[in-house]
């Protein structure tokens, strides 16, 4: 879902999707709030480094626009209202044309982002990331076939709640559903593809997906797919049961840990050359910086938070 940052992580990181950019969106008035709900953007932030999860879940500190994640939330805003023509209108050309005026919405619905490029009068750089973004869209028509799909649903908002009561939310970039009833959750990613020995990491966010669908449908996915813009590569990966249930016990785990942090203040800072990309660095202790005063916070009971919902745009 969660455009993106795929392009500016490091390699072999797990990339933020644009469902991630929207969660940690600037606030001009942050509220501390206990965590209420867990997202794929979210999981991975406290098994990133349980800090970072604070500063973004609890303290929602402000974080800067980045090119490469409102990019992502374009390209992504592009490939969705693409399917609003008819199949065979959604052509390479049609999907290029699309790009300004998403752009100008972009810019409407978070004004932020045109500080991206407040240094470029000329408009140089602006030209050059809207031709990137129009390379990865143009990519996109060499792996999948437009014409020959109709999704489902698109930018599709899911959330169920298991019996422990955690609830789990996303948002799917791409439903589809064959005439036999199997379903395809899909993802666009504008970064690379990981390496294989990654894999199973960026296919973690795909699991979490299936294991809401299967909760709330009782169905599991056939298929799972990631589409990798940036190198051009397809990811696909057919879940089983045991798949999704050992997510779910792994979700648990995580929930009861956070829970133990929210209840102890105890949010400790894992270092890693992620920390690089970080914008929360003038408050970590691993670089000398001191965490906003911590309020005891008890877990609510996992309920729908509306602040949490959405991407930029579409964890």
Not at 161 to 171: H, T, V, W
Not at 216 to 228: D, E, G, H, T
Not at 237 to 256: F, G, N, Q, S
């Amino acid at each position: 879902m969660e455009t993106s940052t795929e392009g500016a992580a490091p390699p072999g990181s797990s990339a933020v999707p644009a469902e991630a950019a929207a969660e940690t969106a600037v606030v001009t008035a942050p509220t501390a709030l206990p965590p209420a709900s867990l997202s794929p953007s979210r999981a991975g932030d406290f098994m990133q480094c349980p800090l970072l999860y604070r500063f973004r879940v609890i303290d929602r500190l402000p974080e800067k626009p980045s090119e490469a994640a409102t990019r992502g939330t374009l390209v992504h805003a592009v490939l969705e209202r693409l399917f609003d023509a008819p199949a065979a209108e959604r052509t390479a050309p049609r999907a290029k044309a699309l790009i300004p005026g998403q752009w100008d919405r972009l810019r409407e619905s978070r004004p932020e982002v045109a500080e991206l490029f407040a240094d470029d009068p000329e408009g140089e750089r602006l030209a050059r990331w809207l031709a990137e973004a129009e390379a990865l869209v143009e990519r996109w028509f060499t792996l999948e076939d437009p014409s020959r799909l109709e999704p489902a649903e698109r930018e599709l908002f899911v959330e169920a709640e298991l019996d422990s009561g955690l609830r789990l939310r996303g948002i799917i970039d791409r439903l589809d559903v064959a005439p036999t009833g199997e379903v395809r959750i899909v993802d666009y990613k504008t970064g690379k593809a990981p390496r294989p020995e990654y894999a199973e990491g960026a296919l973690f966010q795909m699991k979490f997906y299936a294991l809401v669908v299967w909760r709330l449908k009782n169905v599991v996915p056939r298929r799972l797919q990631l589409v990798y813009l940036g190198s051009g590569d397809v990811l696909t990966y057919d879940p089983v049961l045991a798949d999704l249930e050992r997510v779910e016990r792994k979700l648990l785990a995580l929930w009861d840990a956070i829970r133990r942090a929210t209840e102890t203040g105890e949010w400790r800072p894992r270092p890693t050359k992620l920390c690089g990309w970080c914008d929360h660095r003038a408050h970590c202790p691993e670089f000398g910086g001191t965490p906003p005063p911590y309020p005891l916070l008890p877990v609510r009971a996992a309920e729908s938070d509306p602040a949490q919902q959405g991407r930029m745009g579409p964890d």
